[in-house]
């Protein structure tokens, strides 16, 4: 029998809680061929959600938690929650029921017919105001143009991962950690399913503008190294405007014979050197870049097949991977 993993991060969530196992529990109920496996990630909640995940454990074998020591951020939470997990394949879920615990039976039959990766896509965001639904919107175009790696649109982390998609996230250990561009840059099979979102079922968003704006920041610049190279196109339109003012300045000095001012040597000093600083900034960027780069340390690709084997990772020795 295949075993499921649910996911589930948590930061004070102990309103959720119980309406959310109500959920799960009907649905294992159906999904009687499969074997399942809770695991909750308590996030440091500052109220009872790990009271009442250790509650639920008494009743239920099948929930099992890990407790962090503090508050780390969804992030960090679901990448524990993949260290932890057992399963054949690993479904990410929100305390919060805004995903439906209802559409696993789909993912779960897209797993089946052999994709790796089926992440849920919202049609719809019920009780989420349109000034997040625009800015999440144009977020979104910025970091695709930015990025030669396609980004999926609209898709929170509601998905469904295969063993071999969990292998490898977990091969990739970087502390600035934006699982969305992750998932696009391990590959595999992906399979796209349309779901209605809905509002949170009690409790609040731990979202802030600021939080957000945070999470915005770090996306693209764990993304691409993109701004960095900002620089090295700046120092071109200074060595332009440079260019074009000296050879007026020489024109003037041998067609009409006037003297160089002593302005017109200030601005062209001025613009030589910045534009010699705004280069060397550049250079030092595209180095700091390939740092950045090398200090994720991720392995230096995924196998799919291996004569005809699907390969699952987990032998990625060290040998294999970036160092
Ligand atoms: N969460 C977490 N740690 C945090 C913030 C949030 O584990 O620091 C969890 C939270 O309990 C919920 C999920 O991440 O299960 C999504 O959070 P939330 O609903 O607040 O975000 P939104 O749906 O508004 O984007
Ligand atoms: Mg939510």
Redesign the pocket.
């Known amino acids: 029998m295949k075993k499921i993993t649910i996911i589930?991060?948590?930061?004070?969530?102990e309103e959720s809680l119980p309406l959310l196992y109500e959920r799960l529990e009907e649905l294992m109920k159906k999904m009687d061929n499969y074997e399942f496996e809770i695991l909750f990630?308590n996030?440091g909640s500052k109220d009872k959600t790990l009271e009442e995940i250790k509650q639920m454990r008494e009743k239920d074998q099948r929930i099992c938690y890990v407790d962090f020591s503090r508050?780390f951020?969804?992030e960090v939470?679901m990448i524990a929650g993949l260290d932890y997990a057992t399963g054949d394949c690993a479904i990410f879920l929100?305390?919060?029921l805004?995903d439906p615990p209802e559409l696993i039976p789909e993912l779960v039959k897209y797993w089946e017919e052999g994709y790796d990766d089926v992440y849920a896509k919202r049609r719809t965001r019920k009780g989420e105001t349109w000034l997040k639904k625009f800015t999440s919107k144009m977020y979104y175009r910025v970091l695709q143009h930015l990025t030669n790696v396609e980004i999926q649109e609209d898709t929170?982390d509601f998905r469904l991962l295969d063993r071999r998609c969990i292998n490898a996230l977990k091969k990739m250990r970087e502390t600035q950690r934006n699982t969305k561009s992750m998932y696009s840059w391990i590959g595999y099979k992906k399979k796209e399913v349309l779901y209605d979102r809905d509002p949170?079922a009690a409790g609040?968003?731990?979202?802030s503008y600021a939080k957000l704006i945070d999470l915005a920041i770090d996306g693209i610049t764990s993304f691409t190294t993109s701004p960095l190279r900002l620089s090295t196109f700046l120092a071109i339109p200074t060595f332009v405007v440079l260019a074009i003012y000296f050879i007026y300045v020489i024109a003037k000095t041998f067609v009409v014979h006037e003297a160089i001012q002593a302005y017109q040597a200030i601005i062209l000093l001025i613009l030589f050197f910045s534009g010699v600083q705004i280069l060397l900034f550049g250079i030092v960027g595209e180095y700091l870049g390939r740092i950045f780069n090398e200090t994720k340390n991720r392995p230096l690709y995924l196998v799919n097949e291996y004569n005809g084997k699907k390969e699952m990772n987990d032998d990625l020795g060290d040998d294999k991977v970036e160092k």
């Open positions: 589930i991060p948590a930061y004070n969530e990630v996030d508050n951020g969804k939470a929100d305390a919060d805004q929170g949170r609040k968003t731990k979202w």
